[in-house]
């Protein structure tokens, strides 16, 4: 399910605890790359996706959940671009079943997988070895080809909420003054 990041952070800062019993955790907030960055991946699986993606303004927040008529707990909870998929992301650089999550049920602790991708699964910066789970913890960033996606468990979501609102007036603050000098990025 795909939740909009500003109504989430809206209702997180007016009652967190209501957020806490109506969404899911852990969550993955994907996040459209920065105006002018280009793609590391240019290898497609699949084009003419019509799903929601997120803006720069508005990111998207997937819960990390097996959808309720897919329940086979032995596969993980399947992220990819294919309607099957329990997480769906789309974008075509991302393989019809890219990861797989999985909750250690003794400890608690998120793994996320590779299962096999054409573009990879990065953590932290670090490409996966696919079928290698590999341990989440409060917060992670990963990477599904081209996709940036930020792994929050509840205990991290308010400081994301405080880093994400603090980097976007940042930016707002820097275009200001070339805005009001005349001046844009274009010229």
Same mark, same amino acid.
């Given at each position: 399910m795909h939740l909009k990041f500003s109504t989430l952070t809206s209702q997180f800062l007016d009652d967190p605890q209501s957020v806490r019993r109506a969404v899911c955790w852990p969550v993955l907030v994907w996040e459209a790359p920065p105006v002018g960055v280009r793609p590391l991946f240019t290898r497609s699986t699949m084009t003419g996706l019509s799903m929601r993606r997120p803006t720069v303004a508005e990111p998207l927040v997937l819960e990390v959940r097996k959808r309720s008529h897919l329940v086979t707990p032995a596969s993980g909870i399947t992220l990819g671009r294919t309607p099957d998929s329990d997480i769906i992301v789309d974008d075509p650089t991302v393989s019809r079943v890219h990861a797989t999550f999985n909750e250690e049920s003794q400890t608690g602790v998120w793994y996320v997988s590779d299962a096999g991708s054409h573009n990879g699964t990065w953590q932290d910066g670090t490409l996966l070895i696919p079928g290698r789970p590999m341990p989440l913890f409060d917060r992670a960033s990963l #990477?599904?080809?081209?996709? +940036?996606?930020?792994?929050?468990?509840?205990?991290?979501?308010?400081?994301?909420?405080?880093?994400?609102?603090?980097?976007?007036?940042?930016?707002? #603050?820097?275009?200001?003054? +070339?805005?009001?000098?005349?001046?844009?990025r274009e010229g």
């Open positions: #990477r599904f080809g081209d996709v +940036m996606a930020t792994f929050l468990h509840f205990s991290a979501f308010n400081q994301f909420i405080l880093d994400w609102l603090a980097r976007h007036s940042r930016a707002a #603050r820097m275009q200001l003054p +070339m805005m009001e000098s005349g001046l844009t």
